[in-house]
């Protein structure tokens, strides 16, 4: 077992993010790392056991790196689900904008070797706390207010 891991998100079109995925994997074994997919991941690229590979591993806070494959949704997931640990997210747009990537899908080749050997710059964004009756939740890139349905008025405090 390596002493790195890295989380790996991926939005929800498993068929084009597939081939990044067996880059990525190649180049975690090159570089000593071990890759954790949740269940959620898991199920949806049918991942099987393999060298470098932790599967159905719970999302946690233990992990060095978190690679987010999709588009700008998929990155902010991973950007609100590492908000306020120093956990960075690399981000590879394969989704419309990409206005929160880090490389392209024609970079994954030497832009994985760089995330692994650490070279990139880490860029913190400003982000809200919001504090909802289901807990706490990070505003990253954006927020949006919506009235309750029915109510004619939205009460906001800050």
Sequence with gaps: ?????????????????????????????????????????????DLQPAPGLELNAPLSDDVDLCFALGGDGTILKGLRRYAGT?????????????????????EVGDGFTKAFEGEFDVMTLPALAIELPGGSHAAVNDVSFHRKVGDRVATLAY
């Design 1 to 45: 077992m390596s002493d790195k891991t890295a989380t790996v998100l991926t939005h929800g079109r498993p068929s084009q993010t597939g081939a990044a995925i067996e880059s990525l994997r190649i180049a975690a074994l090159a570089h000593g790392w071990t890759l954790r997919f949740d269940a959620e991941e898991v199920t949806k690229h």
């Design 86 to 106: 120093s956990v960075p997210v690399f981000a590879v747009n394969f989704g419309e904008v990409g206005f929160l990537a880090t490389i392209d899908p024609d």
